[in-house]
């Protein structure tokens, strides 16, 4: 009845001496071997039971002792002392067999069904009864037996002497696993009990005792073995405890969490995605060959038996190829994972396509300079050189292009990047095939094929294609292929005042015309549109910040800033259809939310060029342009509540703002006026009433003057329905663009007064050329700002209801900058002028005798201070950058007019930053660096190049 129970058998039986296979043994040694062993069983029947149980476990159980010896705490004795202890596990199965007459295999499996150990054949056909199996399990008790005793080695002295060398040369090295046998099963009536030998240092025989009662559920020894598998533990009679966790759905994944599966259930831990912690489940099992675990790097699935699945049943990864794998390509997806052979539904392409989106932001990050691509950039060029070969075939001469491009592209991604669940590359077939497309450079164009792959997670479903722009080609919705010095010359053109849709153009007549592909006007067409909506594409992906433009000189709080406004630069809307809200919307618009919806948009029209441009446009959200550090924390349009009538209101619109503030005329208290007094308010604003005009007609007309100046005095003529009214913007007296306004209906004073109020400081002098609807405009809508900043004046220099005076504002003087330590910001009050007040003025220029003498008060030559300005005004017409913000475009799609507006108004005006960058690095010492200070001005700064040495203070 011995058992093997390592994988290498001994060649012959320790017990019996039948020849187990293997090396040939001679007939004459087997014979002695089988009259040893009759002999020993005949004359010590007492000694028999010990030495059949002792002599294999001093073999078998070897690796088990050696992990047990590496696992102790007390292996620092290189000569410890053992003990043998025989340990009682009831309720488990005999796991001794039968010697086989002939060579066995040893991978053959027991019966699950219960087994009656009884007498068992020997070699010599007599019966030998194994006394010790045969005792009932409450009789059994520990035995200890010294390893020094003749009785147990005398069987076998050989084997035992060898194997114990072998155990002093191998132990030290590394533990090795014992792989033992699955035990049988037996019948609970059949009352057996499993006898198995472990060999355990001497002071951990405490651990080993049997328990007292046999009927209740057996104690486990406490010895603790490490580097087994759950089976082997609970053969060896350690408790293991099942991990049991029902996930139905596999839930996505990000980069901190790895999947753990085990019996088709999806355990997620949050664990470092980088980190290959070992799983709970780990058997242990060697890797390298592919065994034990599924080779998907981001899959931690563990199969337990030898034999592994042809499939990954958690990620779907082909386990039966030997070399690195692709992705298994299954008619049939996973349980919980999308099936790519069947066509997404709306609701999917809907969740795609935002998926994509995101990736696409997240993965494709441009740099804003050409020369940070440098490498990107040799590699056009060396690509770009096209060799046209031409060959006489049948006498007819053709064409025969050899381009250093490739023709085939395709993501290197494997898993998705927003979930981390597999990709799917598939065939034509397929929701993931290959698309066909064009390749746009310099030097020529050609056809190339592109692979898609998505991910398999039903909640992301993103569209994974060849994305990497270091190889010098971004991707226009799997429709071309366009090499990135082409995109960054369609900027240098639109930067300089060219159309964008003639900047592309431009580009596409600049590829020089080979005889390998020609385009028809169709094709033309498409790739122009490809281009085109690729171009915005990349400008809205490529990293910037747009705290770069502001002003070197002035900072974020310029002290000057001059109005400027473009009614030709127009959106329009055939097209676009404009809706305002019906109920009472907020003034505050999100900017950030706004940029973002244009950008998403613009992306999705090239990631998707089938994809429907916006036709509705909420026109209340459309918030200006700032840079981030020059923006207020709230910021409002106001445009929704323009309300403009025909006919002009009659009276003095100046006068009415001076009895409001004088508290003379209340608005809100206007019914609780008498006619008399109605009358007397008409006299003064110069409302021509008669003696028999009711009082209702009195109001009306007193309100008519009000509402003029509360829906903000219509400043320029009403645009045609079909076009926008153009952009507002500010720039600095350096012609630094501070912010920008995109009117839909006609421009009006609510709209400076919207991008003054919306600007982090109000400029302490805001010059336009309609200064006084500005002033008494903000004096309705902010009377508590107004009376703050300028009082009764109305944003003039002196009483308006008097003559104009020459002044001199001390606020204006140019004088250091001191910070305020305090930390305690007020936008009320300038950083530079250290003064709440304002003023608004006009250049001059546009002042005629005919107008009203109270804008002679606005005039900027009232000023000692500001006369200086007059000659930067007039040079701000005839000047270049101001030139290419005028021009006068028109654009049918709403998220390119918005972008290229913000985009003109950024490269304009980091252009004149550079330039002052370069002017100061040019008077810079050595040692000396630019940088901006805490208005964002710049500056330069000298590098302390000298180290000080500390002086050692030496403790009494």
């Known amino acids: 009845s011995f058992s093997s129970v390592t994988r290498h058998k001994p060649p012959q039986c320790p017990w019996c001496g039948k020849h187990l296979g293997g090396k040939w043994v001679p007939s004459g040694k087997k014979s002695q071997s089988r009259a040893t062993t009759a002999t020993t069983v005949g004359k010590e029947p007492q000694q028999k039971c010990a030495a059949e149980v002792n002599s294999p476990s001093l073999e078998s159980s070897e690796s088990v002792t050696q992990l047990i010896v590496a696992a102790s705490s007390c292996d620092t004795d290189p000569k410890p002392q053992w003990k043998e202890v025989l340990v009682s596990t009831p309720h488990m199965g005999t796991s001794a067999s039968q010697c086989k007459s002939q060579g066995s295999d040893r991978g053959s499996k027991r019966p699950k069904e219960a087994r009656k150990v009884t007498e068992k054949p020997t070699a010599g056909g007599t019966s030998v009864t194994n006394p010790v199996l045969m005792l009932p399990s409450s009789t059994m008790k520990p035995a200890i037996l010294m390893p020094c005793s003749s009785t147990a080695v005398t069987s076998v002295p050989v084997l035992k002497s060898k194997v114990r060398e072998k155990s002093t040369v191998i132990g030290p090295k590394r533990p090795i696993r014992a792989i033992l046998p699955a035990p049988a099963q037996t019948c609970p009536e059949a009352g057996a009990t499993y006898v198995q030998w472990v060999t355990v240092p001497q002071e951990k025989i405490k651990d080993c005792e049997t328990p ?277 010359k369609i900027r240098y053109q639109i930067k300089h005042g060219q159309n964008p849709k003639e900047a592309v153009m431009l580009v596409l007549n600049s590829v020089q015309n080979q005889p390998v592909n020609t385009l028809n006007p169709s094709e033309l067409f498409h790739i122009q549109e490809l281009l085109c909506s690729g171009y915005w594409a990349f400008e809205c992906l490529t990293v910037r910040d747009f705290n770069d433009m502001i002003c070197g000189v002035c900072g974020i709080a310029p002290k000057v800033e001059i109005a400027q406004r473009n009614t030709d630069n127009v959106l329009h809307l055939k097209n676009v259809e404009f809706t305002w809200p019906d109920f009472q919307a907020p003034d505050e618009v999100n900017v950030d939310d706004f940029w973002s919806t244009m950008e998403s948009e613009a992306i999705e029209q090239a990631a998707f060029p089938s994809s429907i441009p916006i036709t509705k446009f909420d026109a209340s959200i459309i918030a200006p342009f700032f840079p981030p550090l020059m923006r207020n924390s709230v910021i409002i349009n106001t445009e929704k509540d323009k309300h403009f009538s025909d006919q002009p209101a009659i009276g003095n619109i100046s006068t009415l703002v001076r009895l409001i503030h004088e508290g003379t005329f209340k608005p809100d208290l206007i019914n609780t006026y008498n006619k008399d007094e109605l009358r007397e308010i008409l006299n003064c604003c110069g409302i021509p009433n008669k003696p028999e005009d009711t009082k209702k007609q009195m109001v009306m007309s007193l309100c008519a003057l009000y509402a003029y100046i509360q ?172 030139a290419v913000r005028r021009k006068p475009f028109t654009f049918d799609n709403a998220a390119y007019y918005y972008l290229y507006n913000r985009l003109i108004d950024f490269l304009s005006s980091k252009d004149i930053v550079n330039q002052q960058i370069s002017d100061i690095l040019q008077s810079c010492q050595p040692g000396e660096v630019v940088i901006r200070d805490t208005l964002y001005r710049l500056g330069v700064a000298q590098i302390n190049t000298e180290v000080e040495l500390e002086e050692e203070t030496v403790l009494p």
């Open 212 to 488: 007292k009662n046999s009927n209740k559920s057996a104690k486990r020894s406490s010895v603790k073995v490490s580097c087994l598998k759950p089976s082997t533990l609970k053969q060896l009679g350690h408790p293991v405890k099942p991990v049991v966790e029902d996930q139905n759905l596999p839930s996505p994944v990000n980069s901190n969490q790895h999947a753990l599966a085990e019996k088709g259930l999806k355990i997620v831990s949050v664990l470092s995605y980088k980190q290959s912690p070992a799983a709970m489940l780990d058997l242990g099992l060697s890797t390298a060959r592919g065994r034990g675990k599924c080779k998907n790097p981001s899959c931690d699935y563990v199969y337990k038996n030898r034999h592994k699945p042809h499939v990954c049943p958690s990620c779907g990864w082909d386990l039966t190829k030997d070399k690195k794998p692709k992705l298994f390509n299954m008619p049939v997806s996973p349980p919980g994972l999308l099936d790519p052979y069947q066509p997404l539904s709306a609701a999917q392409k809907e969740v795609q396509r935002q998926s994509t989106l995101q990736l696409l932001r997240k993965t494709v990050l441009i740099p804003e300079s050409e020369g940070e691509l440098v490498e990107a950039m040799v590699l056009i060029q060396e690509l770009n050189s096209t060799q046209v070969v031409l060959s006489n075939a049948n006498e007819e001469t053709i064409a025969i292009e050899q381009s250093g491009w490739p023709r085939y592209y395709e993501s290197s991604s494997s898993h998705c990047f927003l979930c981390n669940f597999p990709l799917f590359k598939g065939g034509q077939n397929s929701v993931a095939g290959q698309e066909d497309c064009w390749l746009l450079t310099d030097s020529h164009l050609q056809t190339a094929t592109i692979q898609l792959k998505i991910c398999l997670n039903p909640q992301c479903l993103a569209l994974h294609s060849f994305s990497d722009i270091h190889l010098g080609l971004f991707n226009v919705g799997n429709k071309l292929l366009v090499s990135l010095d082409l995109l960054f």
């Open 711 to 882: 829906n903000g005095i219509l400043t320029t003529k009403q645009p045609p329905a079909h076009l926008t009214a153009g952009k507002l913007y500010k720039i600095c007296p350096h012609q630094v663009v501070c912010g920008s306004k995109y009117i839909v209906r006609g421009e009006s004073a609510h709209d400076h007064v919207d991008l003054l109020v919306s600007s982090r400081y109000w400029p302490p002098v805001y010059v336009t050329d309609i200064p006084r609807q500005v002033s008494l405009c903000t004096d309705i809508q902010y009377h508590e700002l107004a009376a703050q900043m300028w009082g009764k004046n109305q944003g003039c220099f002196s009483d308006p209801m008097e003559e104009p005076e020459y002044v001199s504002c001390a606020e204006l003087q140019d004088q250091q900058y001191s910070m305020d330590l305090s930390g305690t910001e007020n936008p009320l009050v300038h950083p530079i002028t250290k003064s709440p007040l304002r003023w608004v003025v006009h250049s001059g220029d546009a002042v005629e005798e005919a107008q009203e003498p109270a804008v002679r008060h606005h005039s900027l030559s009232l000023c000692q201070e500001l006369e200086p300005y007059s000659a930067v005004l007039n040079e701000i017409k005839d000047d270049k950058a101001s």
